[in-house]
């Protein structure tokens, strides 16, 4: 009774209509979730029976996952009817929700001793997370915690042997005034992974690790920073990989896929870009690789492209074809591409649904049928997806008790 209590609640908003993008509006990938004017409030006033668990599993996973970035404030709010709706309606099968943003703050409490100790619970966006997970799961939609890493103020604040300093004094900052900690030290990354084990038995499938890098800043503004956690003759490039290694050791006995976002550049630079990501150490650790292969993001003239931004299907299908060609060349297991596309307006041209569609095609042309769309503010317009094929029954009803079950039958088609 107790789930069919807040599936009824869940469904009775579903019928709200999809908020599309907004001509006018420019973000792009890793600029912070930003709340659009709609007031996006937790539902922490809402009465919700408690939740029973563990949540119902799905039938089983997606054989190739397509994916919409949902931000904290959009999961902890209405948006997110309107989300299950969406996906419930189209191709949509699984969303990537913040677990951990970029400022450091936590989308749900949590008991992980870091995070009380730093005050990682004073901003909670959405109170009953555990409620709307199982209700993803009930409408058989894939649920993936991102959890960022490396670019976290709030525990560069709390613990500053773990970050990244200022040889004049204080902490390192990059050129947005935000401190990093130091990827060199081990506890980052232990953190990171203590949260993922709590994601997981909160009802989330997957983790998707995100800024598992170091920053991307001009070398003369890094001249000024100390990584204390450095050990001796260590590149940033090694750094990085023993890390990774150290996450994905920590991550395997949860039984989820260990996955990682990472630059777009790295398909086909061979250098680390200052970062330390190199492709081959990232596809030979992490189970999915998630390169943000975004048009806007690229520079003059790469693939043969004057305007990249202007050419998405050329621009992620030449980048993807780089993956591949890595990929084909080390041989062995490697792991899946995933890529982030578009979904946000950045300069010109805007980002209508047929230049997502585009992009999402030039995919799918390399045999790549998965992917995450990115738009900041979780704001996606209906057009971009391919209707989902009507079931007769859908999967919630059939987790009802009896009379629920009769009730929901033809009201809910799949």
Do not use: C
């Not at 401190?179 to 989330?204: H, I, M, P, Q, T």
């Not at 992490?286 to 993001?297: I, R, T």
């Amino acid at each position: 009774m107790r789930r069919a209590t807040f599936l009824a609640f869940g469904l009775s908003v579903l019928a709200a209509p999809v908020v599309g993008q907004r001509a006018g509006e420019s973000w792009g990938d890793e600029l912070g979730p930003v709340p659009s004017s709609e007031p996006m409030r937790s539902v922490a006033s809402r009465k919700l029976e408690p939740l029973v668990w563990p949540a119902p599993p799905l039938s089983r996973p997606p054989a190739a996952v397509r994916a919409l970035y949902v931000n904290a404030w959009a999961f902890g709010s209405s948006r997110f009817f309107d989300l299950v709706r969406l996906a419930d309606s189209t191709e949509i099968n699984s969303l990537v929700i913040d677990v951990k943003d970029d400022t450091g703050y936590l989308t749900y409490p949590s008991t992980v001793a870091t995070a009380v100790q730093i005050g990682a619970n004073r901003q909670i966006r959405a109170p009953d997370a555990e409620q709307r997970l199982r209700l993803l799961r009930a409408h058989g939609i894939h649920p993936i915690a991102r959890i960022v890493v490396a670019k976290d103020p709030l525990l560069a604040a709390g613990k500053w042997s773990w970050s990244i300093q200022d040889r004049n004094g204080g902490l390192w900052r990059d050129r947005l005034n935000f401190a990093w900690v130091d990827a060199y030290n081990d506890s980052v990354w232990v953190y990171a992974a203590a949260l993922a084990a709590e994601a997981v038995r909160k009802g989330f499938a997957e983790i998707q690790f995100d800024y598992v890098r170091f920053p991307d800043e001009p070398r003369a503004h890094m001249a000024s920073a100390v990584f204390p956690s450095r050990r001796p003759g260590e590149t940033i490039r090694k750094g990085l990989a023993r890390n990774l290694r150290l996450l994905r050791h920590l991550v395997k006995p949860l039984g989820v896929p260990f996955t990682i976002d990472v630059f777009g550049m790295s398909t086909n630079a061979e250098v680390d870009m200052g970062i330390g990501q190199i492709w081959e150490d990232l596809v030979t650790t992490a189970d999915v690789v998630l390169p943000m292969v975004y048009p806007s993001h690229y520079s003059h003239a790469i693939y043969g492209v004057t305007h990249p931004n202007s050419e998405p299907y050329e621009i992620v299908k030449g980048a993807l074809s780089d993956a591949l060609r890595r990929n084909r060349r080390l041989g062995g297991r490697v792991a899946e591409v995933r890529p982030y596309l578009q979904a946000f307006t950045l300069g010109s041209p805007r980002y209508t649904p047929d230049r997502v569609r585009l992009q999402i095609a030039a995919a799918a042309d390399l045999g790549i049928h998965a992917w995450v769309l990115w738009n900041a503010r979780s704001s996606y317009d209906p057009r971009i997806f391919r209707p989902r094929l009507a079931v007769p029954m859908v999967q919630v009803a059939s987790r009802l008790p009896s009379p629920a079950r009769r009730r929901s039958r033809q009201a809910v088609p799949r």
